[in-house]
């Protein structure tokens, strides 16, 4: 944990804390302020993986502020603070304090300009690096950290923000990220690409895909842009990701009708060629691992990242122990698409998933509310996760089920969530008492018993 070196003096303030208080990452994002935009300005060259960058953070102090931190690992030459420079210093692998001149007066704008170049992929924090460089360039995706091998902020889902991300890469190279391309310009062998994300979004979902991709632009879902990128060399996985992820305006369709509307203004996905392993729910472009289409053409991976736009970007956590508001909503789309696409039934998914694991399966022993940090992505997250909300289902029924999901969104659009919460409105709109219910589901460890159908009182 960062000991600021300054006692606070009287009247000038005090330092921001090193974390937000998450109880599974407690470095994870900051105290003090509040970020509303981050403007990332980046240079690339994939040949040596050299990143040089200016991101420009505007916020709002929350209290009167001597010092503050900033989540970021890289190497930093400067730092300024409303225009004056300020003094920095590194407080741990992923913790840089600073410490401004004049002390921030809580309630104002305050600017912040960090200056930094280095090799992301040789920054290692407990031994790895989460950017990961491919062969044409590379890839920044991961959860639930990333921003820190690419840019400063308060690193936690709790401070949403816009953002302009700004990359400059040789000719010849794309680069993709969130939101609308709002340009693209050519100068001296450089070409600068600049995305904008209008609506906030947590910083993990910010991403960078650079390296050789074909880039299809065209009208998608609700009439807007959809930018779908595949990379180069993805051989005989090409089609079968193509014929999943230009799905999307599809998928967005049916997953509108059942929550409400799609929360962004444009659409799209991204397919590397290499290095990731996963998929991840990039605000508005999701980004997929090749290897999710081996199987062929899969848009059970699709449905699940495109469901994540509304349950894991739109409504976001509070912090990480609310990850089944994530991964349990995602998983469950899954089975309603299956659904809808006449691939059996949710009843038959959940019964598959029930019998799948023995009682005594280590499966049951996780709880999907209070997983642990080690167990963030563990599967009982996801499939006991999805088991729940249909065992809610059975037991307050299908109308009471689509009033409360829409109404979930409804109420935390653009905004932040628990799990608690959820619960509270699951009671408000059945009038059913489901404390023990959850209890059981998602608090537990143990295979909860049920009847003839999951949810419903034996
Ligand atoms: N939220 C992502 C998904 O559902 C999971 C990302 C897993 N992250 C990781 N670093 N393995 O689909
Ligand atoms: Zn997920």
Redesign the pocket.
């Known amino acids: 944990m960062a000991v600021l070196a300054t006692p606070a003096l009287a009247g000038s303030g005090s330092p921001g804390e090193p974390g937000v208080g998450d109880p599974y990452f407690p470095e994870a994002g900051n105290g003090g302020y509040d970020v509303s935009h981050y403007d990332v300005r980046l240079r690339y060259q994939p040949k040596n993986d050299l990143l040089r960058g200016t991101t420009t953070i505007v916020a709002e102090p929350t209290k009167d502020l001597s010092a503050f931190n900033l989540d970021f690992a890289l190497e930093v030459d400067s730092v300024r603070v409303n225009g004056l420079p300020a003094k920095v210093s590194r407080s741990g692998a992923t913790e840089l304090t600073v410490e401004p001149k004049r002390t921030l007066r809580r309630g104002s704008l305050a600017t912040f300009v960090v200056k930094y170049a280095d090799k992301p992929s040789e920054v290692q924090v407990d031994g790895s690096t989460p950017w990961k460089r491919t062969s044409t360039g590379a890839v920044a995706v991961?959860?639930p950290q990333i921003a820190e091998w690419w840019f400063p902020s308060n690193d936690h889902p709790s401070d949403k923000a816009t953002f302009d991300i700004s990359v400059a890469v040789p000719n010849g190279t794309e680069v993709l990220s969130n939101g609308e391309m709002t340009g693209r310009s050519q100068r001296g062998g450089w070409t600068r690409w600049n995305w904008r994300m209008p609506t906030p979004s947590a910083t993990y979902l910010a991403f960078l895909a650079i390296g050789q991709y074909g880039i299809s632009g065209k009208t998608g879902a609700f009439d807007q842009p959809m930018i779908t990128a595949y990379a180069d060399g993805l051989g005989e996985l090409a089609d079968p990701a193509r014929a999943s992820v230009e799905r999307t305006p599809e998928v967005l369709d049916f997953l509108s009708g059942l929550f409400g509307e799609y929360p962004f203004e444009s659409q799209g996905g991204v397919v590397p060629a290499e290095g990731l392993g996963?998929?991840?729910?990039t605000q508005t472009r999701p980004v997929y691992s090749p290897g999710f289409f081996r199987i062929g053409s899969n848009t059970s991976v699709v449905t699940?990242?495109l469901a994540?736009q509304w349950f894991g970007d739109s409504v976001a956590v509070r912090d990480w122990p609310q990850i089944w508001l994530?991964?349990g909503f995602?998983s469950y789309a899954e089975w309603l698409w299956a659904e809808h696409q006449g691939n059996g039934t949710a009843q038959q998914l959940f019964d598959h998933y029930y019998s799948l694991y023995p009682a005594d399966s280590e499966f049951w022993q996780v709880k999907p509310g209070d997983p642990g940090r080690e167990n963030l992505?563990h599967g009982a997250v996801y499939d006991r996760g999805a088991m729940t909300l249909h065992a809610l289902r059975n037991r307050i029924g299908d109308r009471d089920m689509l009033r409360t999901v829409r109404a979930w969104y409804e109420q935390n659009r653009d905004g932040n969530a628990t799990v608690e919460e959820f619960i509270a409105l699951t009671e408000r709109i059945s009038g059913q008492q489901l404390d023990g219910f959850f209890d059981e589901w998602l608090f537990s460890a143990g295979k909860p018993q049920v009847g003839e159908r999951a949810g419903v009182p034996r």
């Open positions: 991961g959860q996963f998929a991840l729910e699940h990242e994540h994530n991964e995602a992505f």
